[in-house]
């Protein structure tokens, strides 16, 4: 079964998946295939978010696509979902969640991990840019965030150990930066 949307709501899948909604807004493509027995589906497929940002605001105009690869499998009769891996690349490095939501269809428990290697800072400025009015458009960040988190049940028990490395930020035509040295 191959199954694809255009333009879903980000805000719809996070509710329908994680059981709750995060105030997260955004534009969802994708495109899954499905494939083996009724009760035990092997899910593989490719998505695309577009337009991410806060319940409150408006999209940030040049805001990054972020793409996605998922691979995992439904399991249909105990209504989990047990993911592989997706893997969203952020050039020169990627973000790669497994683990397992269980109760997907009546009120989901994630349990998830993230391995964050060599991502961008740049990237992770502009996309928060999106969720807070206190970063002025000319703000770029340089340097590279690497690390593993985890949850389990829920967002308020995200935890995990971060390193950032040669990070840098700055305001365009100011003279106003701040250098930080390499941290966990």
Request: aromatic share 6%.
């Amino acid at each position: 079964l191959d199954v694809s949307a255009q333009g879903a709501l980000l805000e719809d899948w996070l509710r329908l998946i994680l059981g709750t909604d995060y105030g997260m807004h955004g534009v969802l493509d994708f495109q899954v295939r499905l494939a083996g027995t009724t009760s035990l589906l092997r899910v593989s497929g490719n998505t695309t978010l577009t337009e991410l940002h806060r319940w409150d605001k408006v999209s940030v105009a040049g805001a990054p696509a972020l793409r996605g690869k998922i691979e995992g499998f439904l399991d249909v009769a105990a209504g989990s979902l047990e993911l592989t891996s997706f893997e969203a690349p952020l050039p020169p490095g990627s973000v790669v969640v497994e683990g397992r939501i269980a109760r997907l269809f009546q009120d989901p428990r994630p349990e998830l991990r993230a391995q964050v290697s060599s991502v961008p800072l740049a990237t992770l400025v502009e996309v928060a840019k999106s969720f807070t009015d206190r970063l002025p458009t000319g703000f770029e960040g340089e340097g590279t965030l690497a690390g593993e988190l985890e949850m389990a049940g829920g967002l308020a028990s995200l935890t995990g150990n971060l390193r950032v490395t040669d990070a840098a930020f700055e305001e365009q035509e100011t003279r106003a930066a701040l250098r930080l040295s390499d941290f966990s």
